[in-house]
């Protein structure tokens, strides 16, 4: 877990939020774009997430982004008052190995962690009443605060299993999106491309 919060300030993870920044402030009207940690089961991977972006716009960034780094998925959140999903976040100050201690306690196999100055904020996907309940239990054994939850639906696009099968659902959805996401699309591919987040690093 130290080693997915250090690889934060990596050149990898450095590429990935600028190449996110690129292509979203292209594709959406006001996009928010966090570096994350996300935790499953015991273990800790870095990431991004990425707030602000229409239904559409979101599948395909999340295409564009997970065909390019070679992911299985990728997990898209669509906010409206009729979905049976929810996203529920809150504010933690404990350290990521806590958290994922606790996670456990409280029977949650997944979440996401945005590191911020003074604490973190932890977002949880939950289908059901049950897993919004577990929610609630993390939150009260970690003694959060600012507890949200915001109804919509979600969508994993991609292959769990088999990064073939899911770059073939990507280059499917990127086939049917406007022009001006398939010239990203291209773009993704430039030397000017690949240098991105270079002098950040």
């Given at each position: 877990?130290?080693?997915?919060?250090?690889?934060?300030?990596?050149?990898?993870?450095?590429?990935?939020?600028?190449?996110?920044?690129?292509?979203?402030?292209?594709?959406?009207?006001?996009?928010?774009?966090?570096?994350?940690?996300?935790?499953?089961?015991?273990?800790?991977?870095?990431?991004?997430?990425?707030?602000?972006?229409?239904?559409?716009?979101?599948?395909?960034?999340?295409?564009?982004?997970?065909?390019?780094?070679?992911?299985?998925?990728?997990?898209?959140?669509?906010?409206?008052a009729t979905g049976k999903?929810?996203?529920?976040?809150?504010?933690?100050?404990?350290?990521?190995?806590?958290?994922?201690?606790?996670?456990?306690?409280?029977?949650?196999?997944?979440?996401?962690?945005?590191?911020?100055?003074?604490?973190?904020?932890?977002?949880?996907?939950?289908?059901?009443?049950?897993?919004?309940?577990?929610?609630?239990?993390?939150?009260?054994?970690?003694?959060?605060?600012?507890?949200?939850?915001?109804?919509?639906?979600?969508?994993?696009?991609?292959?769990?299993?088999?990064?073939?099968?899911?770059?073939?659902?990507?280059?499917?959805?990127?086939?049917?999106?406007?022009?001006?996401?398939?010239?990203?699309?291209?773009?993704?591919?430039?030397?000017?491309?690949?240098?991105?987040?270079?002098?950040?690093?």
């Amino acid at each position: 877990m130290s080693c997915a919060a250090g690889s934060l300030n990596s050149f990898e993870e450095l590429h990935f939020l600028a190449a996110t920044h690129y292509l979203a402030e292209r594709l959406c009207s006001q996009p928010k774009i966090d570096g994350v940690v996300g935790l499953w089961k015991g273990q800790a991977e870095n990431s991004g997430m990425i707030d602000g972006c229409g239904n559409d716009q979101a599948r395909e960034l999340g295409a564009l982004l997970a065909k390019y780094y070679h992911q299985k998925a990728a997990l898209v959140f669509d906010r409206n008052a009729t979905g049976k999903t929810s996203l529920i976040s809150f504010h933690a100050t404990q350290a990521m190995g806590i958290i994922s201690v606790m996670m456990t306690r409280a029977t949650i196999n997944g979440a996401t962690v945005i590191p911020q100055v003074h604490d973190s904020l932890i977002v949880i996907i939950a289908t059901d009443p049950d897993q919004r309940a577990r929610a609630r239990r993390l939150y009260s054994l970690l003694h959060g605060h600012g507890l949200r939850e915001e109804p919509g639906s979600t969508e994993l696009i991609g292959d769990r299993d088999d990064r073939g099968k899911a770059r073939a659902i990507y280059a499917e959805i990127l086939s049917h999106a406007p022009a001006e996401v398939q010239q990203l699309d291209k773009e993704m591919y430039s030397e000017k491309f690949n240098d991105l987040g270079m002098q950040a690093h």
